[in-house]
């Protein structure tokens, strides 16, 4: 009613808590600035990500529920890794199979969550004409594994070039290139 004061409406809350660690180049041992860090749970991706400050720290806090989440850490030209999975992941394709857990508890803090990204190859070339050695552009050229799947497409450009990124240093692909009238 008017002019009444209700008082002892208190509430308890609890922080969240974080996961944090640091992400280094595998084969130089320096840190990794501006990796990201995402966290997945069993139905996909969980909404959380972190970026490596200049020494490669990162700290995931916020909003994430408690639960058990597998970490991802991704670099452009480098390798993405699922963490303590020595296989990095193909692609946006990420094996969580053989991954460890992190449990992330109301108010605990785990620390020590580090990654050592490998860098990732390349493959590149051209594509050129068999009578007259003029480039080829716009031909398409796929890459397959040795098994025979496919593992990216891609197209010439004006100069007959090509490049395929992101790929895992000491695997043998299969390349195709294809052109109509060819």
Known sequence: SAGTTTSAIDFSMAANGTISGRII??????????????LYSSTGFAGGTAYSDSQGN???HGSISPGTYDLVASLPSFLSQVYQ????????????????PVVMSIGSA????????????????????????????SATVTLFTTSGAQRALTSTDYYGNYSFSGLRAGTNFRIVANMADY
């Open 110 to 137: 785990t620390s020590g969550i580090d990654f050592a990204l490998s860098p990732a190859g390349s493959l590149s070339g051209s594509v050129k004409d068999a009578l007259t050695s003029q480039p080829v552009s």
């Open 58 to 60: 990162y700290r995931i």
């Open 85 to 100: 999975n020595l296989n990095t992941c193909d692609d946006s394709t990420c094996d969580f199979t053989s991954a460890t």
């Open 25 to 38: 180049d595998a084969s130089t041992g320096l840190a990794l600035a501006g990796a990201g860090v995402s």
